[in-house]
């Protein structure tokens, strides 16, 4: 039998298992401790030391522009393209970051908001015994007038454990409210679950719209002002509610959305992946606060009702549904705001298949962005800055297919003697402009989150042929089946997803043993050679956590699941 998990805040659970360890399945516990609870994770931006590193970093990025642009460092065509496309793509896209960042740093609870939160319960709410016993069903008003709340909790064949988590999570939310599942698994026993928690339980005919069509369904049963959604692997904070509705005392306020943060850092891909959303979380989602530009990353937000009314309901021709709304009310001259307070923590993906499908579906919702409904189409009623915001996003996902371009470049010197610069600068030269861009954006991840990870490195420079397949799929219109991330389903072998990954390191490798077999016989080793062999390590590195992985899912096949209580509480320390 399974061992029970700790209650979280006094909530009995059911045991939540992930695929990690030899043998056993690791059960974890998800709560948000109260000092987290209430400290803007963003805090270090006001720090004299982070912006000196963010100028810092943003001189490097111009000097290497210029380094780069300069008519006599130019080397072969070909390579030379190649770096000067990839480049421009990333430098300015880090420019815009870092022009983000410098604008965050903001509170945005003003006066209004907490004066709001101060009135959100009744005056002698203190009296109201169900205020101290059932803080659930104390009803709240907002502007004198009673603030009607429902929280949808979107499921789609998540583990019956991990959705009681978050259910009963949700249940225990501080504030009046109705606690809905929204199954689109149809599930007898997610059903019977809504039954013995006391939640409302909704399951649709079909599957139209997918997430945006399963909440426009709910909205269509339900009557409350305000609507909160939560992913089924996403559990609140009993504080969520009190943290977010008062900023809707300013009637212009479509959402509210919180951060994403991630309690099962088990494997490489999970620390890779949640490291690399925490740095959107911390610095830029607050810094596009700034230019009403925050957008919704559909879960651990609230909505205004009438605000999705007003355009339509939540979109449904997209699988990104969270970007896409929050596009809309922008253009209809909605407010949004971004709270840099962790309030919800969930699960990132754990697997390279969880991944690939995920970063599958965001990338495609960019791309699509971009090319039907491109924010500097002057029809869009959106301000320059809105534009700017809108326009990073819908192209951030090329940041992950230069790489490509940058992995092709050694080899064309080691076989073709093709050099990207002039043979008159020297490799120090390079390598003094190259770091001075690169190593600063590595040193500013330290000053601001206390760490680099690798992981995140490595899944850079391996994700463009997601990337790719994503552009491509925009671009023929095929669409991709709705995935959640780390539904109960069987799992597969990681290389079913990364051929291209894998043939290009067999590539990379042999043409390291090439290189470095010409370098022995120059007697020097050139700047291509380690590059290319930087490059194979990278990409080798992904290749042995697929062969890790996959000799997990074989294991696990064979010898079963046997789950192990290893609580896991989110600090300040596993915050950063």
Not at 156 to 178: K, S
Not at 473 to 482: A, F, I
Not at 561 to 573: E, I, S
């Amino acid at each position: 039998m399974p061992t029970p998990t700790p209650a979280l805040r006094g909530v009995p659970l059911r045991t939540a298992p992930a695929t990690t360890g030899p043998n056993a399945t690791v059960v974890r516990r998800y709560s948000v401790d109260d000092d987290v609870a209430h400290t803007p994770v963003n805090a270090s931006i006001r720090s004299p030391s982070v912006l000196l590193f963010i100028l810092l970093a943003l001189l490097g990025a111009l000097a290497y522009t210029v380094f780069l642009l300069n008519p006599a460092n130019r080397g072969d065509l070909l390579p030379f393209s190649l770096v000067i496309v990839a480049e421009v793509v990333l430098i300015s896209h880090a420019l815009v970051a870092l022009w983000t960042i410098l604008s965050g740093g903001q509170d945005p609870r003003g006066f209004a908001f907490h004066q709001a939160q101060n009135d959100l319960f009744e005056q002698d709410a203190d009296a109201d015994p169900r205020a101290t016993q059932s803080p659930e069903l104390t009803p709240m008003q907002l502007g004198g007038a009673p603030a009607t709340v429902d929280v949808f909790i979107t499921v789609y064949g998540e583990p019956l454990e991990v959705i009681e988590r978050t259910a009963r999570a949700a249940l225990a939310l501080h504030g009046e409210h109705q606690t809905w599942i929204l199954d689109d698994g149809r599930s007898d026993d997610v059903r019977d679950l809504a039954a013995e928690i006391g939640a409302r339980y909704v399951r649709r005919l079909s599957s139209n719209g997918a997430k945006a069509g399963n909440v426009n369904h709910a909205l269509s049963l339900t009557s409350g002002e305000f609507f909160a959604i939560f992913d089924a692997d996403f559990v609140p904070a009993p504080e969520f509610l009190v943290e977010t509705v008062p900023f809707f005392v300013d009637e212009k306020v479509a959402f509210v959305q919180t951060p994403q943060a991630y309690g099962n850092h088990t494997t490489l891909i999970a620390r890779g992946a949640a490291f690399m959303q925490s740095l959107f979380y911390r610095f830029v989602q607050p810094g596009r606060n700034s230019f009403n530009a925050a957008f919704c990353v559909g879960t651990n937000v609230i909505f205004r009702r009438t605000a999705i009314e007003n355009v339509g309901g939540m979109y449904t021709d997209s699988q990104s549904e969270d970007v896409w709304t929050s596009l809309m009310l922008h253009e209809k001259g909605w407010t949004s705001i971004y709270i840099p307070i962790i309030l919800a923590i969930g699960d990132a993906p754990e697997t390279i298949e969880d991944y690939t499908k995920q970063q599958m579906r965001w990338a495609t919702g960019g791309f699509e962005i971009l090319l039907t409904r491109n924010p500097l189409n002057p029809s869009r009623r959106l301000t320059p800055d809105q534009r700017i915001q809108y326009l990073v996003t819908a192209t951030h996902y090329f940041i992950g297919i230069v790489p490509l371009l940058l992995l092709l470049v050694p080899p064309l010197e080691i076989y073709f003697d093709l050099r990207p610069v002039n043979l008159s600068v020297s490799g120090g030269e390079w390598l003094l402009f190259y770091f001075g861009f690169y190593g600063l954006q590595i040193l500013l991840a330290f000053a601001t989150m206390g760490s680099f990870r690798w992981e995140t490195l490595m899944l850079a420079a391996v994700s463009f042929p997601i990337y790719l397949r994503a552009l491509t799929n925009v671009l023929t219109g095929r669409r991709q089946r709705w995935h959640v991330t780390g539904g109960a389903r069987r799992r597969s072998s990681p290389f079913n997803v990364m051929v291209t990954q894998t043939l290009f390191f067999v590539f990379l490798l042999l043409t390291s043993f090439i290189a470095l077999y010409k370098d022995a016989g120059n007697g020097a080793l050139t700047l291509a050679t380690a590059w290319n062999v930087t490059n194979t390590l990278i990409i080798g590195a992904f290749i042995v956590t697929a062969v890790v992985e996959a000799r997990r899912i074989r294991r696990d096949r064979r010898a079963g699941q046997h789950a192990v209580a290893v609580p896991l509480r989110l600090t300040k320390a596993a915050v950063s």
